[in-house]
T-cell receptor
Framework: DVKVTQSSRYLVKRTGEKVFLECVQDMDHENMFWYRQDPGLGLRLIYF???????EKGDIPEGYSVSREKKERFSLILESASTNQTSMYLCASSLAWHNSPLHFGNGTRLTVT | DQQVKQNSPSLSVQEGRISILNCDYTNSMFDYFLWYKKYPAEGPTFLIS?????DKNEDGRFTVFLNKSAKHLSLHIVPSQPGDSAVYFCAASGSNDYKLSFGAGTTVTVRA
């Protein structure tokens, strides 16, 4: 079974702090993704990566950056956290770039105060 | 602009009955469709998928129907069980797309 592990289940940060969300997958998947989930909005893509050091912006990249130095690890960075970034953050990976389901981690609930 | 829409935020169904969840999409380039199930405090788990060359896919109690002309798909759960109580997300992607576009989700409650 694919395992996608997010390092923190819950995080509380202050406005203006730099925040790192870490994600590791153990199935040698090429593609990794960061989504955020908000009530009534579903899951929205922030960034994705199809190879080491490669990244593409998703639908809502503003205020975020990512890092993929190793195939198994994909980090989401909030350069200066703001209250509107309070959300559930979900990391996912997939084997192929199309016709391949995403496998999600359990999420990180981030609260910015 | 959401390209995948789930217009029913919630659904309540009695145990043993059929649950029908609906999903509409606007992008005619979408050719791969999935349903995910999500329990509170967990990540979404993949449930079932269908490609545009089919109009039906079945896996145990779960069946997905695709109507390409109407840009509509539905998920049928028969019979519904208490463990099916969760949020269900519809998702879609196109052949030149890495990413999945998700609907807002439908919360299903199965009553005993």
């Amino acid at each position: 079974d694919v395992k996608v592990t997010q390092s923190s289940r819950y995080l509380v940060k202050r406005t203006g702090e730099k925040v790192f969300l870490e994600c590791v997958q153990d199935m040698d998947h090429e593609n990794m993704f960061w989504y955020r989930q908000d009530p009534g909005l579903g899951l929205r893509l922030i960034y994705f990566s199809y190879d080491v050091k490669m990244k593409e912006k998703g639908d809502i990249p503003e205020g975020y950056s990512v890092s993929r130095e190793k195939k198994e690890r994909f980090s989401l960075i909030l350069e200066s956290a703001s209250t509107n970034q309070t959300s559930m953050y979900l990391c996912a990976s997939s084997l192929a770039w199309h016709n391949s389901p995403l496998h999600f981690g359990n999420g990180t609930r981030l609260t910015v105060t | 602009d959401q390209q995948v829409k789930q217009n029913s935020p919630s659904l309540s169904v009695q145990e043993g009955r059929i649950s029908i969840l609906n999903c509409d999409y606007t992008n005619s380039m979408f050719d791969y469709f999935l349903w995910y199930k999500k329990y509170p405090a967990e990540g979404p788990t993949f449930l079932i998928s269908i490609s545009s060359i089919k109009d039906k896919n079945e896996d145990g109690r779960f069946t997905v129907f695709l109507n390409k002309s109407a840009k509509h798909l539905s998920l049928h759960i028969v019979p519904s069980q208490p463990g099916d109580s969760a949020v269900y997300f519809c998702a879609a992607s196109g052949s030149n797309d890495y990413k999945l576009s998700f609907g807002a989700g439908t919360t299903v409650t199965v009553r005993a």
